[in-house]
């Protein structure tokens, strides 16, 4: 065999999902984080498991870091974890019976995580560590002296805007930069010296090796198997260029840093490649003008577990949905997509919304994150493990997440509201990823600014109940749920039951008025001529028109089982291929 016949590239999901879009708390450096790495081999509940009461003691008294902020990143390095949804639904009923502080607190010190790699999840929070210096010596630290209140915010609303999450090559220059420091955390105590230095004969453990498997995978020559890095290692070929020795069973430090050098290699499966070798997704209509600029590609025919990436671009003016296998379990992104309408109504890993304006976002279960960043006037509806929004303007989330959302720098009135919709395979898509219908804190948010500190409260508010109406999706599906599986909070319900009494009011005072057939049409015309005006002044025009392509027969019903005509018009639906839905039709009031 040829030597250095291994390829082996960065991870995705601890890049996209793992770290938190934010600049990390300083406490995060190498030299605090090699303090940590000392200090766990030598404390009971440390290694080779880190528990939460002990992740907290090190967090809070050694790292001064607030408890929020401790669990806020224990349960993000949690969430990429493989573990069953079974697991995790067991979990979350767990944790709503926890009814006082004194006993949540309990059940999470049931949870324990990896000690080794929850020390290169800690240090990968650095990925998005930014300074007023950037860019003209490559690195990105901040220098101790830029420190004031006003460069802090600057540089937290900026980091919210162009973080690195999806950047591929930004993830393979940052393992390449920083191998030695993450290799250095996983050497044992014993082999550094009195000032903390990696000796020059240290070795490396399998142990060691094995919890790179959270950062690193690859293939053997020209295979298309991937496997994570401690597998590849198995191979003896490629265990004698890592520098494995078969009497002590470890590996040369110094010689395995060379064999990943020399095997680091951008990853297969990144947006960056995918867009010129991945599969595009065809629907119903492409026209010229804004309407062509619209891609959307995917790499899910060929990507491993974690590595299926969706990318939809420049969306502009119209409706696409879709209900497909080929989104289950997929990172999906939403980039610079405007005046849009857009349905995922399948089982999500991840999505990230970019730059997108003006537009309304459903989702199917997200069984890790969704991240808002860099939007205007978008509404999201998403049942989701972990919410995060940073840099976002006027924007209108209804969530069902079990995890505090997470408010980041930069964010001008947000409006948090109950998740308020729902779809025929909703519970089923939701026990698929694990999500259950509690415990729900929407209406908590974690304020995240500078080193962990409160950013201004007054970004966001509640809806108020007097402005909640529950979103009806507007296709037909096959499945068993046919309506809420969960019951609103007391005062939305009662807000909903208050309009459904006055409609039935208006029907019977209709109805008692006694009016002749003439009256009725009269009354009939002049309704529909009010509605269609609340339509044009609301916006709700457009949303209907997109549903509802002219070569149609408007005696079709919408449904997401079926494909659309190919003729449709500028303002015809726009469906992404594999049962779309086909029409959707927007009514006045019926005068009975």
Sequence with gaps: MDKYTACVWPRL????????????????????????????????????????????????????????????????????????????????EALSQSQSPKELDRQRCQLSVNTLQFLLFLYLQQLNRISLRTSLIGEEWPSPRSRSPSSSSERE?????????????????????????????????????????????????????????????????????????????SRPALQSQAGFSKISRTYSLQQFQGFLHQALCLNPFGISTFSQSGKKLAWSMQVEGTLKKAKIFRNTHLAPPGSRLVLMSHVCKQTLAKDSEK???????????????????????????????NSTVVLGPVGTSVHIQSCENVRVVCVAGHLTVGGSFHCTIHALTPTRPLLLPGNVSLTLAPFHTHYPTLEDHMASVGLAV??????????????????????????????????????????????????????????????????????????????????????????????????????????????????LNPSTSTSLDHWPSSHTSNSGLNVLKDQPPEQAMGRAPTVC
Excluded at 30 to 57: E, I, N, Q
């Design 157 to 233: 609303t900026k980091i919210s805007s162009q973080n690195k999450n999806w950047d591929d090559q930004a993830h393979l220059t940052f393992i390449q930069t920083h191998l030695a420091e993450l290799l250095e955390l996983l050497v044992e105590p014993g082999q550094l010296s009195s000032s903390g230095q990696v000796l020059r004969d240290s070795q490396l453990t399998s142990e060691a090796i094995e919890s790179l498997s959270l950062l690193l995978e690859g293939s053997v020559s020209h295979s298309h198997t991937v496997h994570p890095i401690h597998k590849l290692l």
């Design 327 to 357: 989104l289950n379990d997929a990172n999906i992104k939403l980039h610079r997509c405007s005046e849009a309408f857009i349905y995922l109504l399948s089982p999500l890993r991840s999505v990230t919304l970019d730059k997108c304006r």
């Design 438 to 551: 509690v415990p729900n804190l929407w209406d908590q948010p974690l304020l995240f600014g500078a080193e962990g500190s409160t950013t201004d409260a007054g970004c966001y508010h509640i809806q108020p109940p007097s402005e909640f109406y529950p979103l009806v999706i507007p296709f037909q599906m096959e499945g068993d749920n046919c309506e809420f599986p969960w019951d609103l909070p007391a005062d939305y319900q009662k807000a909903v039951e208050g309009r459904e009494k006055a409609i039935e009011d208006w029907q019977k005072t209709v109805k008692e008025a006694h009016l002749n057939k003439v009256q009725r049409r009269q009354f009939q015309a002049l309704v529909e001529q009010k509605f269609h005006e609340w339509l044009l002044e609301t916006g709700k025009r457009q949303e209907l028109d997109s549903l509802l392509p002219s070569a």
């Design 13 to 92: 999901e601890p890049f996209m999902i793992g770290v938190l879009p934010a600049t990390p708390p300083s406490k995060f450096s190498m030299h605090y984080l090699r303090k940590m790495a000392s200090y766990v081999r030598t404390r009971d509940g440390c290694f080779p498991r880190l528990g939460w009461h002990m992740w907290r003691h090190i967090a809070c008294g050694k790292l001064q870091l607030a408890e929020e902020l401790a669990w806020l990143y224990f349960e993000t390095f949690d969430l990429l974890m493989p573990r069953s949804a079974e697991q995790r639904l067991e979990w979350a």
